[in-house]
């Protein structure tokens, strides 16, 4: 080969070396639809906050993010799923304080270890609970309700929807703090135990505010404070649990985006500020405070130690309530 050829073949190869090169860059995240998995069935709260931030990120980030329900095992099924799934930003999931602080602890059997096998991407909504009480019930505050437990520890009932859930969960932290004891009755899905505190047969229990505030306001239920550490937009007349006595109670519903762990930290990045979008949106706004929630964001290590702190707290209740899960 002469050098005037050699030349010119290597001139023409080193031409074409950064087309080469741009063909074996990533695609640019994302090029392709997600998944946003929700660990219920759809219509819950958690379904809802997932379809309400998928549509918004949806018109946004370029590609559609489809949400996809595997209801079962407080929404461990769905969890295990996204843990197991590729680290690569295209399987979500919108969790819960149930799936992410509650049921792996509750469900011993599960392998699954939210602060291990999660990334944080971003919180989403926050949802307070009430206590509400039949308006045939004698108590009218928290103090009463106190007073009323401490006087026949064990004979005051309390409903909720279901081993497990924030409300069940909410009652046990009550009454933990309070120094009371309170019996559990577990439904089938919260609307049944409301239905049977309206009728009488449940004195009280802690429900999702968006559940039960039409009925307080017909008179049907009595609200005696509100679980946030905040009084909630949605009823700013309902005092809290800690205004009521009890100084630094909290406990709410929450509703969070995590992905697989090791997912890339600029994908995560990139997925934050798209859900922070999404709920900076005014229409956003407005339809979590119909629902009774509140659009709270955060970053994603800001999330990852609360998700923690979460953990912690209801690890310990359910260890001192001594609360099993059948399996």
């Not at 969890?79 to 011993?108: C, F, I």
């Not at 926050?126 to 520890?153: E, G, Q, R, T, Y």
């Not at 089938?188 to 449940?202: F, V």
């Amino acid at each position: 080969m002469s050098k005037s050829f050699a030349w010119v073949v290597g001139l023409v190869l080193a031409a074409g070396l950064p087309a080469v090169e741009a063909a074996a860059q990533p695609a640019k995240f994302p090029d392709r639809p997600l998944k946003m998995l929700v660990g219920f069935s759809a219509g819950g709260g958690t379904d809802v906050v997932a379809r309400i931030v998928a549509l918004k990120m949806s018109e946004t980030l370029g590609q559609t993010v489809v949400v996809e329900n595997r209801s079962g095992a407080s929404g461990l099924i769905a969890a295990e799923a996204v843990a197991k799934s590729p680290p690569d930003g295209y399987t979500l999931m919108m969790g819960s304080q149930t799936t992410l602080a509650v049921a792996p602890t509750l469900y011993r059997k599960t392998t699954l270890d939210p602060a291990r096998d999660f990334a944080g991407i971003g919180m989403t909504a926050v949802s307070p609970l009430v206590l509400v009480v039949n308006p045939a019930f004698a108590a009218h505050s928290v103090k009463d309700v106190i007073a009323m437990a401490k006087a026949k520890p064990g004979a005051i009932n309390f409903g909720s929807g279901g081993l497990g859930t924030t409300p069940h969960m909410c009652g046990e932290l009550f009454s933990s703090v309070a120094g009371i004891k309170l019996a559990h009755v577990a439904y089938r899905g919260e609307a049944p135990a409301i239905n049977d505190l309206i009728g009488g047969q449940i004195p009280l229990m802690f429900a999702n505010l968006s559940a039960v505030i039409g009925n307080v306001r017909a008179g049907q239920l009595r609200a005696l404070a509100v679980t946030g550490a905040q009084r909630a937009a949605a009823a700013p007349e309902i005092p809290t649990v800690a205004e009521e006595g009890l100084p630094g109670f909290e406990a709410a519903t929450w509703f969070a985006l995590v992905a697989p762990a090791g997912t890339a930290l600029d994908i995560r990045a990139r997925l934050n500020a798209e859900v922070k979008h999404a709920l900076a949106q005014s229409d956003v706004k407005q339809r979590f405070a119909d629902l009774g929630m509140s659009a709270e964001d955060s970053t994603p290590d800001g999330l990852e130690a609360y998700i923690k702190s979460e953990i912690a707290k209801w690890t310990k209740v359910i260890k001192d309530a001594d609360i099993k899960a059948a399996e």
